[in-house]
């Protein structure tokens, strides 16, 4: 690439692909590629400053940043700021900073005196327990949920999580966010920062849907039952994601982020509006159909605030919530109920015919019925060709799988 102002996205986004290819390489400082690093830095800043203006950082914000980027220790900051006491209550924002002190971290550290001379915001993210760079940025930016360059990857991760939660209501909203109550399950511990990066895709993409008005009691037995029917479809989850959001019920199918062992959760919007989210970690026909009979149970009995998500690992035990061991049963119940289960040849034989048998009789796919008996004898070698792995991810080709 032969560098010159930029002045269109494409060349942008080539310049970027060039610098990142040449930090990559780590070039010695006055060899060509180190020049060529250096150009490109500046005309890729120039072009953000134009393209992408952005308010000043916080004063403590661009002190941590120093900190972080120098190496620098608290005691480091004493010949600018004064004892260790003082430089304690500066960070902690306990203190003003002072014009002297503002002089020297000026003039000592580089740090300009107009981010400075602002007021520090009296509570930011850090104070209301949420870190910004402990939000999985490089894996979400990765899969396009925001636009990021490597120098603000590196350094800005509080003005990327702003960007991000924008449509949700930007910063202010981040710690009101993440202090709603989980109803997690899983056997394993889940990263909060990328659950909560998860959930927030989520209802970013919901609003982005176009459904019908929501009527409060629209799920019901009766309801959950009807979706249930639809899995007989070959294009089953497709219709299903329509039908609900036909009835106001927003469908979002996004992969699970490393670390949440993640495979669904059931939310309410900030107007009341239900929001599932399926991640199909495991693409077969059996678990996309439990998965979403299991939230839309949640969605039924459990869900009665916006300010609390049910978020489930299904290989998991529920454990000791009622909760999820309700919604367990209701949707074994209403996929295959249990009067019915017991009495069927499908039980007993276990034969691709006879689970056939019963699916036309049930109105419910083949695959149910097959994943219901690998589940109940927990042998998971069995009936795998009936199962329909590797037959729903197809059927949402614009999602970016792993």
């Known amino acids: 690439m032969d560098p010159r102002i930029i002045k269109t996205n494409v060349a942008y986004k080539r310049a970027l692909e060039e610098a990142e290819r040449l930090i990559a390489l780590d070039p010695d400082p006055g060899t060509d590629e180190a020049e060529r690093l250096g150009l490109l830095a500046l005309l890729i800043e120039k072009y953000e400053s134009e393209k ?29 700021i004064g004892s260790k006491g003082n430089v304690s209550e500066v960070l902690t924002g306990k203190r003003p900073l002072t014009v002297p002190m503002i002089r020297a971290l000026h003039e000592g550290l580089g740090i300009p005196a107009d981010v400075l001379l602002q007021e520090p915001q009296p509570e930011d993210e850090q104070q209301e ?20 360059t490597a120098w603000e990857l590196r350094g800005d991760a509080q003005g990327l999580v702003v960007r991000f939660f924008k449509s949700l209501g930007g910063i202010e909203f981040v710690p009101v966010f ?27 993409r919901a609003k982005s849907m176009e459904l019908s008005s929501y009527s409060a009691g ?8 009807q979706v249930s029917h639809l ?17 106001g019920i927003a469908l979002i199918v996004e992969p699970h982020l490393p670390r ?17 989210g399926l991640t199909i970690r495991h693409d077969r026909i059996d678990n996309f159909w439990f998965n979403l009979i299991h939230e839309l149970a949640h969605v039924w009995k459990h869900l009665k605030s916006s300010d609390e998500a049910f978020v489930d690992d299904l290989d998991s035990d ?58 109940d004898t927990r042998n998971f070698y069995i009936l795998g060709q009936i199962v329909g792995r590797g037959r729903v991810r197809k059927l949402f080709p614009d999602i970016q799988w792993n």
């Open 52 to 80: 992408f203006p952005i308010e000043l950082p916080d004063p403590l914000a661009a002190i941590k940043f120093r900190m972080d980027e120098q190496g620098l220790r608290q005691r480091d900051l004493i010949p600018f």
């Open 129 to 148: 327990g949420v870190n910004c760079e402990k939000f999985p940025l490089k894996e979400m930016a990765k899969r396009g949920w925001l636009e990021a």
């Open 178 to 204: 993440c202090r709603r109550t989980l109803v997690e399950r899983s056997g394993k511990s889940m990263d909060k920062y990328a659950l909560w990066a998860w959930i927030a895709r989520v209802l970013i």
């Open 218 to 225: 629209t799920v019901d037995k009766e309801f959950i039952e």
């Open 231 to 247: 899995s007989l479809s070959e294009k089953g989850p497709i219709e299903a994601q329509k039908y609900l959001g036909e009835h």
């Open 260 to 276: 949440t062992h993640l495979d669904g959760a059931a939310m309410l919007s900030s107007d009341g509006r239900p929001i599932i």
């Open 318 to 375: 529920p454990g000791k919530d009622p909760r999820e061991r309700e919604a367990d049963r209701l949707a074994g119940e209403i996929l295959i109920p249990r009067r019915i289960w017991k009495r069927s040849a499908a039980y007993r034989q276990r034969t691709p015919d006879v689970i056939q048998e019963l699916a036309l009789q049930l109105k419910i796919h083949p695959a149910i019925i097959a994943g219901r008996i690998r589940h």
